[in-house]
């Protein structure tokens, strides 16, 4: 008996489930140039807290590559605290629901706060989390994130630095996963190809 190809039914589905995700991205931002960008947002960010000492928030999951890059090209002397939040479960576009998982541990009423987003998209997100900090007294709350893709705003969510503007593809890599919950540990960040059936790349 031959070997039957799959059917395009299924090949849909094995894509939706980022079985060959592979076959279906290509390389959006190069890590070499995302290095370099957040060496100089590193830079600026020292000029900016010499002197203090901020506290760092990498907003779990996605954005703990971005930080850990981040804070290495500060010299200035920070904190590290980590906050988790999740909107999306394994799909591809936001449930429009922020789910926080993980809270911080220090007191942030009076110090500077500076949270690290790896992409703002609906800004759900993000307006949650602001929200939630700048009920917690900070001395000052900064955001930096490394991708910004207006296109899908939905919601006001203030970013005072943002590395990179994204088009309104699926965009994963450098700490963002993919559909299928994988990819976080590509070092570029990559972008799915249109589905050749409906044209679409949209969602995060
Ligand atoms: C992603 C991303 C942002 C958020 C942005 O997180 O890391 O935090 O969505 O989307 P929004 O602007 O539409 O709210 P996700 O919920 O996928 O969790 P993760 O970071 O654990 O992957």
Redo the contacts with the bound molecule.
């Keep these: 008996m031959g070997s039957r190809r799959p059917s395009r039914r299924a090949e849909r589905r094995r894509k939706a489930e980022g079985a060959d995700v592979q076959e279906n991205w290509e390389i959006l931002i190069p890590a070499e140039r995302i290095a370099a960008s957040v060496r100089e947002l590193g830079e600026r960010l020292s000029e900016i807290y010499r002197g203090r000492r901020p506290v760092v928030i990498p907003?779990?999951?996605?954005?703990f590559m971005f930080a850990a890059d981040l804070v290495r090209a500060m010299s200035t002397d920070l904190q590290i605290e980590f906050l988790?939040?999740?909107?999306?479960g394994e799909q591809t576009t936001?449930s429009g629901e922020?789910r926080l998982t993980l809270d911080t541990t220090l007191p942030l009423a009076g110090r500077d706060v500076l949270l690290v987003?790896?992409?703002?998209?609906?800004?759900?997100?993000?307006a949650y989390i602001q929200q939630l900090i700048a009920s917690r007294k900070p001395a000052s709350l900064r955001t930096v994130a490394l991708l910004d893709k207006k296109a899908?705003r939905i919601v006001e969510?203030s970013v005072d630095h943002a590395v990179f503007q994204v088009p309104d593809r699926f965009v994963f890599g450098y700490g963002?996963?993919s559909p299928g919950g994988f990819g976080r540990n590509l070092p570029d960040v990559v972008a799915m190809r249109p589905d050749p059936e409906t044209e679409s790349t949209g969602g995060?």
């Excluded at 988790?84 to 999306?88: L, P």
């Excluded at 987003?117 to 993000?126: A, Y």
């Design positions: 907003l779990l999951r996605g954005g988790g939040a999740a909107s999306y936001t922020v987003e790896d992409i703002v998209d609906t800004g759900l997100t993000l899908r969510a963002l996963d995060r």
